[in-house]
């Protein structure tokens, strides 16, 4: 498994994606996130392991409190990768959009006659 | 319409929502019939799509396939598995690399589960693509790689909604 897998496969829990937006204000210890979840705090190290080890965050060595920091390399991988896939669909869509319009409109002139 | 939404639901599907301003019947007939959907249905900008062929029944075939500029072609071809008219479509799908040197997309074919739905004239689009295995999704993925875009924290608020 690659780390963009491990960072996609992390992020599709929704509270690890919770811990990961919090963080995106700053950095936070374990305590201020079982504070903020309501989840005891094996919980939140487990979900905090498996971030790490994804490369999504990293935690001081030195503090005693082991705050955990966003790390926005990878995180902007997994942003860019979800860009280009919506950029492709997007603009597909919105010639749909237009053809849609064109149906509408035929339609329209369908019921008139 | 707000632009589609893309998010990863596990870590082998990825989920894209848009919604159009028209009823389902005209959105279903845009998915369904090769002639209209030519001409919205891009693999990449700029790609012209010289073969759509659809069988719209379950267990029916499709083949669709893509061609650039310089005449090099791609596709996917797959088989419906479910149909039910203005509300879903489920297919496999199956990369053709055809003279095309993407890199292996993974030979295992995904599922696709398209849904409909109308709520006052307004049709709500859910396309899901499972990918057979994480590695597969991961060959998918890095076909579509690209350096340098700035970190947005208004684009992650939305993934992280998702």
Redesign the interface.
């Given at each position: 498994m690659t780390q963009l897998d491990q960072a996609f496969a992390a992020l599709a829990d929704p509270t690890r994606r919770g811990i990961v937006l919090h963080l995106a204000r700053g950095e936070a210890s374990v305590s201020d996130l079982v504070g903020l979840f309501s989840l005891t705090q094996p919980t939140i190290s487990s979900h905090l392991k498996v971030l790490e080890s994804a490369g999504l965050i990293s935690r001081s060595r030195v503090a005693q409190l082991r705050p955990c920091k966003l790390e926005t390399e990878q995180l902007k991988a997994v942003t860019d990768w979800l860009e280009q896939v919506q950029e492709i669909w997007e603009s597909n869509y919105k010639r749909l959009d237009a053809l849609l319009d064109e149906l509408k409109q035929a339609q329209k002139e369908d019921r008139k006659k | 319409?707000k632009?589609?939404?893309?998010?990863?639901?596990?870590?082998r599907e990825?989920l894209?929502k848009?919604s159009?301003?028209?009823p389902v019947n005209?959105?279903w007939?845009?998915y369904t019939d090769p002639v209209?959907m030519r001409?919205?249905?891009?693999?990449?900008?700029g790609w012209s799509m010289p073969v759509c062929e659809m069988d719209i029944r379950v267990g029916g075939r499709y083949r669709w396939r893509w061609r650039d500029e310089n005449g090099q072609e791609f596709g996917f071809t797959g088989e419906m598995l479910e149909v039910e008219l203005h509300s879903k479509i489920v297919h496999t799908q199956l990369y053709d690399p055809g003279d095309c040197d993407f890199g292996s997309m993974g030979g295992e074919p995904s599922i696709i589960t398209v849904t409909f739905n109308e709520t006052n004239g307004i049709t709500n689009v859910a396309?899901l693509i499972k990918y057979a295995s994480?590695?597969d999704?991961?060959a998918a993925?890095?076909t579509?790689?690209?350096e340098g875009?700035e970190?947005?924290?208004q684009?992650?608020?939305g993934?992280?909604?998702g």
């Open positions: - | 319409m632009p589609a939404e893309v998010s990863t639901p596990s870590d990825v894209v848009r159009f301003d028209a005209l959105v007939q845009a209209l001409r919205w249905l891009a693999a990449m900008p396309t994480m590695a999704r991961d993925m890095s579509g790689m690209t875009m970190m947005n924290y684009s992650l608020d993934v992280l909604a």
